[in-house]
């Protein structure tokens, strides 16, 4: 059962997959679509949540973060047909990379179109998308029909949280609701790949080795990498 918690900072909905989460996702789709932050299990962390096409929502975000304007941040859309809309061309590279690695843990990153909020690229005029794999955070994006920012959620500089309660203890009242979907994987975040440049380049190595890009695409010198 969905089941309500009280808690220091925003309110919690535990969650069993098992038995649905529609009510769970209407609230949080309400939060949402007020402007509000939900914090989310992914594949990896704790993502946090808000509105993508909401400025006053996003700036909200940066704030509870303590994240410095000119990082930008990730979105994850409601399916891999959106995608069109938010970026001004999907280049055949990121075509073969989304047919095998989507929904899942690889972030591409897109030259931005114009319906992508500037907060977001902070100024760089690119974005990162991913279609995730984890049923609660599409469920997020579904439900509003828009992207939702899918940055982690904690204070900026601290580690990534892999539980509600490290969640609530990192943004406490900041964040509007919590969907607890009890412990993810942790360890690493989503890979991150740079499809704006040919060959793409790896920006950050995560759940999605380099091993599994071999043979399908080419990528650029591994020296590249970031941490």
């Not at 047919?99 to 902070?122: D, M, V, Y």
């Not at 740079?194 to 043979?215: K, Q």
Request: aromatic share 4%; hydrophobic share 40%; charged share 20%.
């Amino acid at each position: 059962m969905n089941k309500p918690d009280k808690s220091v900072g925003g309110s919690v909905i535990r969650l069993d997959l098992s038995e649905g989460m529609d009510k769970a996702v209407k609230r949080a789709k309400d939060v949402l679509l007020s402007g509000g932050l939900v914090a989310y299990p992914t594949e990896s962390f704790y993502g946090l949540g808000a509105d993508a096409t909401n400025d006053r929502a996003i700036r909200r975000l940066f704030l509870a973060k303590k994240r410095k304007p000119d990082h930008p941040l990730l979105i994850l859309i409601p399916a891999a047909d959106s995608l069109a809309r938010y970026v001004n061309a999907v280049p055949p590279v990121a075509r073969r990379l989304i047919g095998k690695f989507w929904p899942g843990a690889l972030t591409l990153i897109f030259e931005a179109s114009p319906e992508i909020s500037p907060l977001l690229t902070a100024g760089t005029g690119k974005i990162g998308i991913r279609l995730s794999s984890h049923p609660v955070a599409t469920a997020l994006a579904r439900a509003i029909g828009k992207p939702i920012t899918g940055t982690s959620a904690n204070i900026s500089g601290e580690p990534a949280c892999p539980s509600a309660g490290e969640v609530l203890s990192s943004l406490q009242e900041k964040v509007d609701l919590v969907l607890d979907g009890g412990k993810t994987p942790g360890e690493t975040g989503s890979t991150i790949l740079d499809v704006t440049t040919a060959p793409p380049r790896i920006l950050r190595e995560g759940m999605v080795p380099l091993s599994e890009f071999e043979g399908l695409v080419a990528l650029a010198e591994t020296n590249d990498v970031t941490p």
